[in-house]
């Protein structure tokens, strides 16, 4: 059964910390999706990619948020620096192109103190 | 902009009871499709059900079933023989794209609880 892989499940830090969280997506998908999940504001689009290209990152706060994908096995996502407000559950989800399906991966919990 | 609406922050039944959870949207697009996903306590999101715009026959998954009311915008979903297992928060949500999925917009979520 494939998955999409997210590390780490759970990231503790400190504010003022870099974070990065990795995600393997379905082997053989094509876009990758970056979502945030919060009480407060729910689950939002953080960025997307399609065949490793960057399409849409306006979700994100560009000062401080970067996505990137090194391959088409590795989707990265950075906050540097970490603040309170980046709390949060961060999906990764991957699909194909021409499928609206997406396959979400497990998140990562992030807390900043 | 699109929107996703979902009124109900919570509903509880009696296992083995039907339930409809209710969604409205808002989107400019024609061709879109709409989806329940389902997050239990692990938190993984997993896909319930999905409904293409142009199809006009509501979707069916074993127990799951959708009421599409294009025309309205409301995409309702509608849980047979509720079990507690079905305990989980659910998510409407709205891919807008015309082409390949571009993201996927949701709404704030309903909680579910199945009772023994």
């Known amino acids: 059964d494939a998955r999409v892989t997210q590390t780490p499940r759970h990231k503790v830090t400190e504010m003022g910390q870099e974070v990065t969280m990795r995600c393997q997506p379905i082997?053989?998908?094509?876009?990758v999706f970056w979502y945030r999940q919060t009480m407060m504001q729910g689950l939002e689009l953080l960025a997307y990619?399609?065949?490793?290209?960057?399409?849409?990152d306006s979700g994100m706060p560009k000062d401080r948020f970067s996505a990137e994908m090194p391959d088409a096995t590795l989707a990265t996502l950075k906050i540097q620096p970490s603040e309170p407000r980046d709390s949060a559950v961060y999906f990764c989800?991957?699909?194909?192109?021409?499928?609206?399906?997406?396959?979400f991966g497990p998140g990562t919990r992030l807390t900043v103190l | 902009a699109q929107t996703v609406t979902q009124s109900q922050p919570e509903m509880s039944v009696q296992e083995a009871e039907t339930v409809t959870l209710s969604c409205t949207y808002d989107t400019s697009e024609s061709n879109y499709y709409l989806f329940w996903y389902k997050q239990p306590p692990s938190r993984q999101m997993i896909l319930v059900i999905r409904q293409e715009a142009y199809k006009q026959q509501n979707a069916t998954e074993n127990r799951f079933s959708v009421n599409f009311q294009k025309a309205a915008k409301s995409f309702s979903l509608k849980i047979s023989d509720s079990q507690l297992g079905d305990t989980a928060m659910y998510f409407c949500a709205l891919d807008h794209s015309g082409g390949g999925a571009d993201g996927l917009t949701f709404g704030k979520g309903t909680h579910l609880i199945i009772q023994p």
């Open positions: 990619f399609r065949n490793r290209a960057p399409l849409d």
């Open positions: 082997l053989g998908h094509n876009t």
């Open positions: 989800a991957s699909g194909l192109i021409g499928s609206r399906d997406q396959v």
